[in-house]
């Protein structure tokens, strides 16, 4: 979805100076302050996404630079926040100097859960990668979650998870802005709480350090296969962190160094990459591909996933068969002329603390009154506010 702006954010004064200015700020910190906009504490998810496709003429004036590589991961980045999936990939693929589309290999896919949980049984380690801008790859995670558990799995390393938060999540049980920057996208927060509500120690590894990717490894196996060496782990890393290829030092071939257990590696930001009119019929789902469908890959794993999820509505339930499809109806009188964002919380969370991630975001089409989304049992609080963050409705939702 894509709006069409006509100069409200000049009137409310949110712009400054940006269309002046010779060089404009970097867009991760533009859309980061928007962020802020709104009650303390609390995620805007609606304002960074606006601000930065008004800016669009100004961060891609010129040749291709530098400047708009970061433009369109940062549109992508908050368009995800936002729900805003295909939005997402359409500006994620916009960088220049991305990846060209391949020519697909004809032989058919075939669906992704059922092979890669006959794989990982025998697995120790299992990791999946994703691209940070993308909610599928995570999706996928949490809706094995649960097959996973019943393998023995107790371990979730998560590149995202700030460590600084670790205690405070252990101790909430749900996460909060500050449980980690790409966490504040709903998806990735109900990952969280799937994990937590089937018994997974959740792990933080990251490290940014000179030598990130065995640092990485470090952390990872210090947590995990270090006190307890019989461990099962599943990680969810971003990219490259997963590259096996022989000359790679990549935090997956430290883990195998370092623990000599060799990982099971799941790629899924691929696949995208590749043109094919067969693929692009396939039904909403995730699909293992033959690596020779990839002949330009840049990485090399064991598996490779083209993931085609459609998350809308998806809200909460990953698929799970206990989830119900809940209707929120907003009143007309709260329906502003300018855009507009649905909010959902669980109830419990939303009293707690004002920063909870909320379970599901929904940018509002112009006159949107109804929307679907599927989530588990409980009791929720949905709201609409403004960009600015100004409230516009609120009410409490029980789903049996």
């Known amino acids: 979805m894509k709006w069409h702006l006509v100069g409200w954010l000049f009137g409310i004064g949110l712009l400054g100076t940006a269309w002046v200015d010779p060089a404009p700020e970097n867009p991760f910190v533009l859309a980061s302050k928007a962020a802020r906009v709104g009650p303390p504490g609390s995620v805007n998810y609606l304002l960074p996404l606006l601000e930065l496709r008004q800016q669009r003429l100004i961060y891609l ?11 369109w991961q940062a549109l992508a980045t908050y368009a995800a926040m936002a729900d805003e999936v295909d939005s997402a990939a359409y500006y994620w693929h916009q960088q220049p100097g991305y990846g060209q589309p391949l020519a697909a290999a004809a032989k058919a896919p075939l669906p992704a859960a059922a092979a890669i949980l006959a794989q990982t049984n025998q697995r120790q380690v299992v990791m999946f990668n ?3 801008t993308q909610p ?9 979650l649960p097959a996973l558990y ?5 371990y979730l390393a998560l590149e995202a998870l700030e460590a600084t938060d670790s205690a405070g999540l252990r101790r909430r049980g749900y996460p909060v802005a500050s449980t980690g920057f790409y966490i504040n996208e709903p998806h990735f927060g109900n990952l969280i709480r799937r994990a937590r509500q089937f018994g997974f120690r959740l792990v933080a590894y990251d490290a940014m350090s000179e030598d990130r990717e065995q640092d990485e490894a470090r952390n990872l196996l210090a947590a995990t296969l270090g006190p307890h060496p019989k461990a099962r782990v599943v990680v969810l ?3 490259g962190h997963l590259n096996e290829a022989s000359s ?8 195998r160094k370092l623990s000599g257990v060799d990982p099971l590696t799941i790629e899924q930001t691929q ?21 020779a469908s990839l002949p330009n890959r840049a990485l090399t794993c064991d598996l490779y996933v083209l993931n085609r999820l459609s998350l809308a509505g998806t809200g909460n339930g990953f698929g799970d068969r206990a989830a119900r499809l809940t209707r929120c109806l907003i009143p007309a009188d709260s329906l502003r002329p300018q855009p507009q964002v649905l909010l959902v919380y669980e109830q419990r969370e939303k009293q707690i603390q004002r920063g909870a991630v909320p379970v599901a975001v929904h940018c509002l089409r ?24 100004r409230r516009c409705w609120q009410q409490t939702l029980t789903v049996h």
Do not use: I, N
């Not at 004036?61 to 433009?71: D, K």
């Not at 019943?150 to 107790?154: A, M, S, V, Y």
């Not at 696949?271 to 690596?291: D, E, T």
């Open 61 to 71: 004036r010129g040749p291709a630079t530098e400047q708009a590589g970061f433009y």
């Open 130 to 132: 994703e691209e940070h």
């Open 136 to 144: 599928r790859g995570r999706w996928l995670v949490g809706s094995l």
């Open 150 to 154: 019943k393998q023995g799995f107790r």
């Open 237 to 239: 890393a971003g990219h």
């Open 248 to 255: 790679a030092q990549s935090m997956a071939t430290w883990v």
């Open 271 to 291: 696949a995208a990459q590749v043109s094919s009119a067969s693929w692009s019929r396939l039904p909403s789902g995730a699909y293992l591909v033959p690596s």
């Open 366 to 389: 112009p006159g949107e009154r109804t929307v679907s989304l599927t989530l588990l049992p409980g009791t929720y609080v949905a709201e609409v506010r403004d960009a600015p963050g």
